[in-house]
């Protein structure tokens, strides 16, 4: 079993930065792409940035530019480096892990920026 664990979000205002982070525990190996997808209210969640087990990263495009997805070298935590947030990115921030063919989820952590 893999277990997730966020840390990091919170209430700033327009303009400021977050960082989140996912560490990753349990039956780590096999794991592969990691990233973040969040879910604002009354919308489905939506990828925000993944990276690869081989380092390479995908964006969506309303983000790209002002956050960056960074894993560290033993590749158990993935951190999410937010800059320029804006209230559209208000929402619950989940961490994703994919294992083979399995997938697993954080609990959230809740992104609310102020006007």
């Known amino acids: 079993q893999v277990q997730l664990m966020e840390s990091g979000g919170g209430l700033v205002q327009a303009g400021g930065s977050l960082r989140l982070s996912c560490a990753v525990s349990g039956s780590i190996s096999g794991i592969g792409t990691m990233g973040w997808y969040r879910q604002a209210p009354g919308k489905q969640r939506e990828l925000v940035a993944i990276?690869?087990?081989?380092?390479?990263?995908t964006y969506a495009d309303s983000v790209r530019g002002r956050f960056t997805i960074s894993r560290d070298n033993a590749k158990t935590t993935v951190y999410l480096h937010m800059n320029s947030l804006q209230p559209e990115d208000t929402a619950v921030y989940y961490c994703?892990?994919?294992?083979?063919?399995?997938?697993?989820w954080g609990q959230g952590t809740q992104v609310t920026i102020s006007a």
């Open positions: 990276t690869s087990g081989s380092g390479s990263t």
């Open positions: 994703y892990a994919a294992k083979l063919l399995l997938t697993f």
